[in-house]
T-cell receptor, first 114, second 113 residues
Framework: AQSVSQHNHHVILSEAASLELGCNYS??????LFWYVQYPGQHLQLLLK??????LVKGIKGFEAEFIKSKFSFNLRKPSVQWSDTAEYFC????????????FGRGTSLIVHP | DTAVSQTPKYLVTQMGNDKSIKCEQN?????MYWYKQDSKKFLKIMFS???????INETVPNRFSPKSPDKAHLNLHINSLELGDSAVYFC????????????FGQGTRLTVV
């Protein structure tokens, strides 16, 4: 079945540690890829997006993601996390087979200890 | 100004009641969505409206019905509420279907008792 998979459900880090969250998708065709963040008690906000071009995209707050087409992956990275990065992170895909309606992974809960 | 606004933010109601959640966007977007976020934070699409036309309806019970009086509004009506309907419901909008991101409202936490 077509899906968006986030492999890390819960991640706990100390401040200044590096972060990488995995995201894989199984949709064919030209897809658009997103990472959203949901801070505690808040709505989802866009971190970054990939439509085409340079597969390494930079987003807000020092986040970046790399699109690897051959691996159907779009992993999120940050070299040095902060306590304020504690949040839920969602990978999302717009794909032609789902009429470009955003389809989300199950999310990764990140806790950063000060 | 809030781009996508939902009301109410919290809703506590008894089983069997009928309730509505309102959503408005002031971004001039063509497409609006309703998502349900369960207790494990999983976001599931419920409805999508494009230019006031329902373009997809996932396997959602027919107790749920979207109503769009105009392009800027997509309200969610729920009849005969059940305990399993307790969740956070998010409204979202996007400029169009395709390579555009979604903008989300603050969510409505529905608790059915």
């Amino acid at each position: 079945a077509q899906s968006v998979s986030q492999h890390n459900h819960h991640v706990i880090l100390s401040e200044a540690a590096s972060l990488e969250l995995g995201c894989n998708y199984s949709y064919g065709g030209t897809v658009n890829l997103f990472w959203y963040v949901q801070y505690p008690g808040q709505h989802l906000q866009l971190l970054l997006k990939y439509f085409s071009g340079d597969p390494l995209v930079k987003g807000i707050k020092g986040f970046e993601a790399e699109f690897i087409k051959s691996k159907f992956s779009f992993n999120l990275r940050k070299p040095s996390v902060q306590w304020s990065d504690t949040a839920e992170y969602f990978c999302a895909v717009n794909a032609p087979t789902t009429r470009y309606i955003p389809t989300f992974g199950r999310g990764t809960s990140l806790i950063v200890h000060p | 100004d809030t781009a996508v606004s939902q009301t109410p933010k919290y809703l506590v109601t008894q089983m069997g009641n009928d309730k509505s959640i309102k959503c408005e966007q002031n971004l001039g977007h063509d497409t609006m969505y309703w998502y349900k976020q369960d207790s494990k934070k999983f976001l599931k699409i419920m409805f999508s409206y494009n230019n006031k036309e329902l373009i997809i309806n996932e396997t959602v019970p027919n107790r749920f019905s979207p109503k769009s009086p105009d392009k800027a509004h997509l309200n969610l009506h729920i009849n005969s509420l059940e305990l399993g309907d307790s969740a956070v419901y998010f409204c979202a909008s996007s400029f169009r279907q395709g390579n555009t991101e979604a903008f989300f409202g603050q969510g409505t936490r529905l608790t059915v008792v």
